[in-house]
């Protein structure tokens, strides 16, 4: 199953979270370090999900880049 991640800079580093996943999250100081732990935090997520007999939510976010003129 593929999930969007929304990855966001921040002050000291990077967040990343899953919008189909509610309270999945990770940070790190690096985009990279940041991306790793949201995979690690997905598998985390939905082995935790199976365990308490949670159904596991189906992909459902999309992302769109959407240029504008903000001058």
């Known amino acids: 199953m593929k999930y969007l991640v929304v990855v ?3 002050g000291e580093g990077w967040g990343a ?3 189909d996943l509610p309270g999945c999250i ?3 100081e690096t985009r990279e370090e ?3 732990l949201i995979r690690e935090a997905i598998a985390l997520h939905i082995e935790k999900l199976r365990e ?3 159904a596991v939510p189906c992909a459902s976010s999309e992302g769109e880049v959407i240029e504008v003129d903000a001058a």
């Open 26 to 28: 990770a940070a790190g």
């Open 17 to 19: 979270h899953v919008p």
């Open 52 to 54: 308490t007999g949670e």
């Open 8 to 10: 966001e800079r921040g």
């Open 34 to 36: 940041a991306l790793r």
